[in-house]
């Protein structure tokens, strides 16, 4: 009887997974730049990875939460942002001696850099409206069996199924300790898992496997284009470099060269590259 009682107080602490609700594609927009980032000189010499950030979010299909439908948290933006090719917005330090930064002064830093360039860069009014918080108050990632409320501005995004599932397993793996095989029979609905909290403190050992796993994650629903132009993240890390960046960084080279001189464009997603 006693075994009975514990086993029915333990499905009561068990999730089953639950898809995190995404935006469709055919409901989504861009946002309205008027200038760059560029354009402010300062702001690049305090955070040069502000160039990377803009372009990350050049390239989002967004719909607001007055449209319907869930907001966006800021760690699911920083994931993609990450696995999207880009750099940690504070280096790991030169000497391996010193601590690594924590994740969550990864997050405040990006968190910043993103409010920075909307200011300044972006169309007043709804385009900096988007970013606030959502006034919703609920567990974002119940169906990934994590406790808590976190952080979430007012758009979702649309993603590629790859994407999505990219997302789902990062956001486990940092919740947790588990193999890749209890979390692919998490994900199918073979199992649940107990529910937990994220804890932020640290973290810098998953941060950095977002890039030494080379998984660069098509988050638009249509093909995303990438060329073989390297960006070095670390000494010895090496990940394709997204078009849009290059076109930002970039503009006077690439108008200058032939096209038969510039970067071949590979065209689609592999789904190796998402692991």
């Known amino acids: 009887m006693c075994k ?13 997974y639950t898809p995190l609700t995404y935006a469709q594609h055919s409901s989504t927009k861009e946002l309205v730049f008027i200038t760059t980032i560029v354009n402010f000189p300062s702001i690049i010499k305090i955070r040069p990875w502000a160039m ?4 990350f979010l050049k390239a989002l299909d967004l719909k607001p939460t007055s449209c319907g ?8 933006l920083y994931i993609l942002y990450r696995a999207s090719g880009n750099p940690k917005p504070i280096a790991n330090p030169v000497n391996v001696g010193f601590a690594k930064p924590t994740l969550h002064q990864q997050m405040v830093a990006f968190k910043c850099t993103v409010r920075s360039i909307v200011k300044r860069t972006l169309d007043s009014g709804a385009c900096e409206e988007l970013f606030k918080p959502y ?28 994407a999505q599932n990219y997302l789902a397993t990062q956001l486990i793996k940092l919740s947790r300790r588990c193999s890749s095989n209890a979390i692919e029979s998490f994900l199918s609905g073979e199992v649940g898992f107990k529910f937990t909290k994220l804890n932020i403190k640290g973290k810098a050992g998953w941060d950095d496997s977002i890039c030494a796993s080379n998984a660069v994650v098509s988050f638009k629903q249509d093909v995303h284009e990438l060329t073989d132009l390297p960006l070095v993240l670390h000494s010895d890390t090496r990940v394709p470099w997204p078009s849009f960046y290059a076109q930002i960084a970039m503009p006077k080279m690439c108008q200058a060269m032939p096209s038969s001189s510039r970067p071949n464009l590979i065209s689609g997603l592999n789904a190796t590259n998402v692991a």
Not at 52 to 55: D, K, M, P, S, T
Not at 69 to 76: A, D, K, Q, S
Not at 137 to 147: D, N, P, R, S, T
Request: aromatic share 6%; net charge neutral; charged share 15%.
């Open 135 to 162: 006034a919703a108050h609920e567990q974002q990632f119940k169906g990934l069996a994590i406790e808590g409320v976190h952080a979430v501005v007012s758009f979702n995004v649309a993603l590629s199924q790859h």
């Open 69 to 76: 439908g869930r907001g966006i948290t800021w760690l699911e």
């Open 52 to 55: 990377h950030v803009e372009g």
């Open 4 to 16: 009975v009682v514990k086993a029915v107080g333990q499905l009561k602490h068990t999730s089953m």
